[in-house]
């Protein structure tokens, strides 16, 4: 099955700067990026996704980008503000029911 | 505002006593899912329902049950609540019964076992 590793699992940075989490994947077969948020307390919510046939992706101040001969894609946060403080998971997927997530990683932005 | 809606919030069971978790959902979504979040670890899926037709995980523990009686509600059901089952557990939903859709979550139920 795939397998996704997840780094660094704890990032601190100052407001306004940009933070940068790192996926890998393990199955070449996998097409399906998708990015979750998730604040304290609650379930986590879909901020971006990305499908194997493009190799980047923005929305405002967040971007993805995927490497698919590498296999590992990144979440890019400019600018951040302190609503970016949660846990962000990444996950991948083939065309089966399964999503396999990240371990998940910890940002906290500091004022 | 349509949502996937989780109760209780927080829950607490004693060890062995049967426990259940409700989900609801206002999306329509023909799959549900019963996701388990251990704190600072990925949530990890127990069962899902695409419709009516149930599927388990090949590692989801034996005391662990579902239950959807129709396409609005699905019901998490802990047959012996173990310590190691205290943690969060999600609901969501999809759309379609694939994995390259987005998962809508509720909030979640805290469980705490004691």
């Known amino acids: 099955g795939e397998n996704v590793e997840q780094h660094p699992s704890t990032l601190s940075v100052q407001e306004g700067d940009s933070a940068v989490i790192k996926c890998t994947y393990s199955?070449?077969?996998?097409?399906?990026f998708p990015w979750y948020k998730q604040e304290l307390g609650k379930g986590p919510q879909l901020i971006i996704d990305?499908?194997?046939?493009?190799g980047e992706k923005k929305d405002q101040r967040i971007a993805v980008t995927l490497n698919k001969t590498a296999k590992h894609f990144s979440l890019h946060i400019t600018e951040t503000q302190p609503e970016d403080s949660a846990v962000y998971f990444c996950?991948?997927?083939?065309?089966?029911?399964?999503?396999?997530f990240g371990a998940g990683t910890t940002v906290t932005v500091r004022a | 505002d349509a949502m996937v809606i989780q109760n209780p919030r927080y829950q607490v069971t004693q060890f062995g006593k049967p426990v259940t978790l409700s989900c609801s959902q206002t999306?329509?979504?023909?799959?549900m899912y019963w996701y388990q979040q251990k704190s600072s670890q990925a949530p990890k899926l127990l069962f899902h329902?695409?419709?009516?037709?149930?599927?388990n995980e090949a590692d989801t523990p034996d005391n662990f049950q579902s239950r959807r009686p129709n396409t609005s509600f699905c019901f998490l059901d802990i047959r012996s609540p173990g310590l190691g089952d205290a943690a969060m557990y999600l609901c969501?939903?999809?759309?379609?019964?694939?994995?390259?859709?987005?998962?809508?979550f509720g909030s979640g139920t805290q469980l705490s076992v004691l």
């Open positions: 969501a939903t999809s759309r379609v019964n694939s994995a390259n859709e987005k998962l809508f």
């Open positions: 199955d070449s077969a996998s097409n399906y």
């Open positions: 990305i499908r194997s046939n493009v």
């Open positions: 996950a991948a997927s083939s065309n089966d029911y399964k999503l396999s």
């Open positions: 999306l329509n979504h023909n799959v």
């Open positions: 329902y695409y419709d009516k037709d149930f599927n």
